[in-house]
């Protein structure tokens, strides 16, 4: 799973990126690309259950990508991954899971990349949190 994450990272931090690059990526198209309504795929990674592409305005960018996963993915390994986290503010909305996020910065790019991490809490909260839903934005 963390593999397809790189790779969203990659193609999401390039000078250009195409809606068609990231949903090639990710699976198979199964609804959406009209204006303002995200592509919903069906991902050919056995670890994420869903996923989104949201473009960026009514251009062929890409604003971000949500990954709803298979199954929990413990945060020590996108700490493991990506380094320390920030805390998200949390939701007034007590339905709405706590978040965190992750900074990427591949060096000689024009863009970063933001991952959020929706997570279950653990004893100690985020630090042994199970991640259930992934977003990368472009930065």
Not at 69 to 83: I, S
Not at 84 to 89: E, K
Not at 114 to 128: C, K, L, Q, V
Request: proline letters at 7%; glycine letters at 6%.
């Amino acid at each position: 799973m963390l593999p397809l994450v790189k790779t969203l990272i990659d193609l999401l931090t390039r000078d250009t990126v195409r809606v068609q690059e990231v949903n090639t990526a990710l699976g198979d198209v199964i609804s959406g690309g009209a204006e303002n309504v995200p592509f919903t795929l069906r991902p050919h990674e056995a670890g994420v259950k869903s996923a989104q592409v949201v473009r960026q305005n009514a251009a062929d960018g890409v604003s971000h990508v949500e990954l709803q996963l298979a199954q929990p993915l413990a945060m020590t390994e996108l700490v493991k991954a990506f380094g320390a986290f920030q805390n998200v503010p949390r939701s007034p909305t007590p339905t709405v899971a706590p978040r965190v996020v992750f900074y990427a910065t591949p060096s000689g790019r024009s863009h970063t990349a933001a991952i959020f991490a929706s997570y279950d809490p653990g004893s100690r909260n985020a630090e042994d949190g199970r991640v259930t839903q992934i977003m990368i934005r472009r930065d």
